[in-house]
Every structure is written in C-alpha cells, then in structure tokens.
C-alpha cells in the first residue's frame, strides 16, 4: 500500500494521541514521500498498534470523519477528474490497483442498486475491520463529492464488528451491516447519472513530472515475486541497511525459506540489494542530495562500502556518476 493510504490518519494519531516516532511501527521517514510503498505486513502491524496506542477502537472513525481527499495531492486530482460520477467511479476502480497491490474495487448493477465493493486479501483478519472502515469512509467520501454533503448511503457493509454501531450509523446516514466477507456501499444506480449530481468537481492541474510517473507506474503486481522482493528491499532500508533477516521476516519467510527462493529465482541477496540500493540512491542524486548525505541515509557506515556497491552497479563511483548526469 502507498504511504498515502494511512498517511492523514498517521499524522493525526500521533498529534492527537501522544504518539512518539516509530510508535506505530513504520519509519517516520516513510511518510516524507506519498508514494511509498509499504508491505502489507507492515500495515497490518500499524493497525494494531494504532488501537494499543490510542485505545479506541473507533479510532479509523473519529480521525477520518472530517479528513479531505484533497490530501493525496496529485493521485487525488487524476482520480477525481471524472467529468461525472459514473466516470469517476470507473476512474476510482481502475486507479486503485496503482495505490493497492492486490487489493480491488469494482462497482456492480444489481437491479436498480450500485454495490461499489472493495476487497483485500492481504489484511490480516484482527485487521479487517479497520481497513474496511478506512475504505468505506473514502468511498462515501467520492460519492458526497457529487451528490452533496447530506447523502447517505442505502446501506455499508462492514468486515469484522464494533460495539459503537450508532457512531458509524451517525456518519453514514444508514444502517450498518458487520461482519461481511467484504466492504461494500449501497446506492440507487439512477444517482450516476449526471442530471442527479449537486456539485460540480473542481479539477486542479494534471500534469506529474517525471519522477511522479514513475512513482505511479511502479506498483508490483502481488505474483510479480521479483519485483515484490525488489519493493520489499526498498522498503527495508527505511529500518536501515537491509540485513536478509529483516527482509526475509517482512516477506513471511525464514532466512532459509528466503535463501533457496532467491536462488531458484538465479539471485542472491547481496546483488538484489545492491541493485536496489544504487536506484535509490540515483533518485537521491536527481533531487539533488550529495553523495557523501545518501550514504548515511541508505545506512551505510562509510563511504567506501557505498561507493564499492555503486560502482560494481553503475560501473562509476557516486561522484563520477553525479558529475557525469546531474551537473
């Protein structure tokens, strides 16, 4: 999942609650950049912490009652430029897949009802529940973008329970069914047409620059294995130099599970981390920082070691390679 999926309710919880850094579990400099992608089995850690930390268990609720949309920035503007409901909906659907690896959406026409559906796979089940609300409140958000701040819909599904059913009664205006193998939220299919619509979206400028397109485009697909255990290394230098222990463990396996996958695969750890530590490590040097900063911050102890690993990856040192492209 991208950071800006759990970004808002990140941020709030901490301010609101006390929360030190890294009290949920995940770097806080994950969160300097939207787009980064966080393993599933990070996310459903922060969940739990998140209701340990704050003790409230509506707390997905309370925090994202009144959050904007607006928030996730460009995603948000691409998302939202639908000329129309129906258009937008569709756009939601298909966008998705580039803000949630396995994870889908979809909006199905059941008699005269819209059942807008989401589903993860990946969300551990003591997780459920808060991933479900987290989506329902998006969902209801879209929809109150073009049918006005006063529409409810006909019903939400919900995985998993709360005792505080009035509260979620309150925020969506309708009955609120639990424990359902999916999330879904009910309307009347005649409200996608564009004469039902109250307000009229305002779309802010579309263009990304390059660095943003990339970021967009590069969401692995959850039976890519390779590409999966390149973003799992990305993400593990968060933590600081990924060691095969932490990697292994954030993929599910054990250090010898991890081993013989990666030489099925024709790899070993060593070179796939490198490989992936020098593509961070060029995007660093795009947005400016001086090789001697990115060394530290990849959690390298000297610069020899880094610049031995770039050098044997890009065939230059830092240096030689920031002089010949970036200046």
Same mark, same amino acid.
């Given at each position: 999942?991208?950071?800006?999926?759990?970004?808002?309710?990140?941020?709030?919880?901490?301010?609101?609650?006390?929360?030190?850094?890294?009290?949920?579990?995940?770097?806080?400099?994950?969160?300097?950049?939207?787009?980064?992608?966080?393993?599933?089995?990070?996310?459903?850690?922060?969940?739990?912490?998140?209701?340990?930390?704050?003790?409230?268990?509506?707390?997905? @609720?309370?925090?994202?009652?009144?959050?904007? =949309?607006?928030?996730?920035?460009?995603?948000? #503007?691409?998302? $939202?430029? /639908? %000329?129309?409901?129906?258009?937008?909906?569709?756009?939601?659907?298909?966008?998705?897949?580039?803000?949630?690896?396995?994870?889908?959406?979809?909006?199905?026409?059941?008699?005269?009802?819209?059942?807008?559906?989401?589903?993860?796979?990946?969300?551990?089940?003591?997780?459920?529940?808060?991933?479900?609300?987290?989506?329902?409140?998006? @969902?209801?958000?879209?929809?109150?973008?073009? =049918?006005?701040?006063?529409?409810?819909?006909? #019903?939400?599904? $919900?995985? /998993? %329970?709360?005792?505080?059913?009035?509260?979620?009664?309150?925020?969506?205006?309708?009955?609120?069914?639990?424990?359902?193998?999916?999330?879904?939220?009910?309307?009347?299919?005649?409200?996608?047409?564009?004469?039902?619509?109250?307000?009229?979206?305002?779309?802010?400028?579309?263009?990304?620059?390059?660095?943003?397109?990339?970021?967009? @485009?590069?969401?692995?697909?959850?039976?890519?294995?390779?590409?999966?255990?390149?973003?799992?290394?990305?993400?593990?230098?968060?933590?600081?130099?990924?060691?095969?222990?932490?990697?292994?463990?954030?993929?599910?396996?054990?250090?010898?599970?991890?081993?013989?996958?990666?030489?099925?695969?024709?790899?070993?750890?060593?070179?796939?981390?490198?490989?992936?530590?020098?593509?961070?490590?060029?995007?660093?040097?795009?947005?400016?920082?001086?090789?001697?900063?990115?060394?530290?911050?990849?959690?390298?102890?000297?610069?020899?070691?880094?610049?031995?690993?770039?050098?044997?990856?890009?065939?230059?040192?830092?240096?030689?390679?920031?002089?010949?492209?970036?200046?």
């Amino acid at each position: 999942m991208r950071a800006l999926g759990i970004e808002h309710i990140h941020r709030v919880a901490k301010l609101r609650y006390g929360i030190p850094d890294n009290g949920l579990g995940i770097p806080e400099s994950v969160f300097q950049n939207s787009m980064t992608l966080i393993p599933m089995s990070e996310i459903n850690v922060w969940y739990d912490r998140l209701e340990q930390e704050t003790r409230n268990p509506d707390v997905i @609720l309370d925090i994202s009652f009144d959050a904007d =949309l607006s928030h996730i920035g460009a995603m948000s #503007r691409w998302l $939202l430029s /639908g %000329s129309d409901l129906a258009s937008t909906i569709r756009r939601v659907n298909y966008g998705f897949t580039s803000l949630q690896n396995g994870a889908f959406l979809s909006a199905s026409i059941s008699g005269p009802l819209i059942k807008w559906t989401y589903q993860n796979p990946f969300v551990a089940s003591q997780s459920k529940v808060h991933d479900s609300i987290r989506i329902a409140l998006v @969902l209801t958000k879209v929809l109150r973008l073009y =049918l006005g701040s006063d529409f409810s819909p006909l #019903r939400v599904q $919900l995985q /998993g %329970s709360r005792k505080n059913s009035a509260s979620y009664q309150n925020y969506f205006g309708c009955d609120i069914e639990w424990n359902h193998s999916t999330t879904q939220v009910w309307f009347h299919a005649d409200l996608r047409l564009a004469t039902m619509q109250k307000t009229r979206v305002q779309i802010g400028p579309l263009a990304m620059n390059y660095s943003d397109l990339d970021e967009l @485009l590069n969401m692995p697909d959850a039976e890519d294995e390779i590409k999966v255990i390149y973003e799992i290394l990305s993400y593990s230098r968060h933590h600081g130099l990924p060691t095969i222990g932490r990697v292994s463990s954030l993929l599910g396996l054990s250090i010898q599970q991890f081993q013989r996958r990666l030489r099925s695969l024709g790899m070993n750890f060593t070179t796939v981390s490198g490989y992936v530590m020098s593509n961070i490590a060029v995007e660093m040097m795009r947005r400016g920082l001086p090789p001697e900063d990115i060394c530290f911050k990849l959690g390298y102890q000297n610069q020899g070691s880094f610049a031995r690993m770039f050098k044997k990856q890009r065939g230059l040192t830092p240096s030689q390679y920031k002089q010949r492209y970036f200046t």
